[in-house]
Nanobody, 122 residues
Framework: QARLLESGGGLVQAGGSLRLSCAAS????????MGWFRQAPGKEREWVAA???????YYSDPVKGRFTISRDNAKNTVYLQMNSLKPEDTAIYYC????????????????WGQGTQVTVSS
């Protein structure tokens, strides 16, 4: 059974940076597409970024140019570098393994982690 563990969240001022990590265990993710999602209070879970097993990357419009998704297969880990953070980026951030055809739909992902809280103060 694959397990994902997110880390790296915290409290940061607007304009600051954070680097989230998603460490996988129980499954080698080198052949998997991976994704990051986020959920703010009172809102639906929102797709943020995805990376294919060939390291092609995709970003949602709100984060394009500010966030970078990457992977280190030797460490079985995926990262999300977040720069120029805004208060509207405040959310719990989740990573997951893409098991379906879409890289944007949460229903096409499995093995969700517990999430890591990111809070951006103004």
């Amino acid at each position: 059974q694959a397990r994902l563990l997110e880390s790296g969240g915290g409290l940061v001022q607007a304009g600051g940076s954070l680097r989230l990590s998603c460490a996988a265990s129980g499954r080698t993710i080198s052949s998997d597409g991976m994704g990051w999602f986020r959920q703010a209070p009172g809102k639906e879970r929102e797709w943020v970024a995805a990376i294919s097993w060939t390291e092609i990357t995709y970003y949602s419009d709100p984060v394009k140019g500010r966030f970078t998704i990457s992977r280190d297969n030797a460490k079985n880990t995926v990262y999300l570098q977040m720069n120029s953070l805004k208060p509207e980026d405040t959310a719990i951030y989740y990573c997951a393994v893409r098991t379906g055809s879409s890289f944007m739909l949460s229903g096409d992902y499995s093995f969700w982690g517990q999430g890591t809280q990111v809070t951006v103060s103004s």
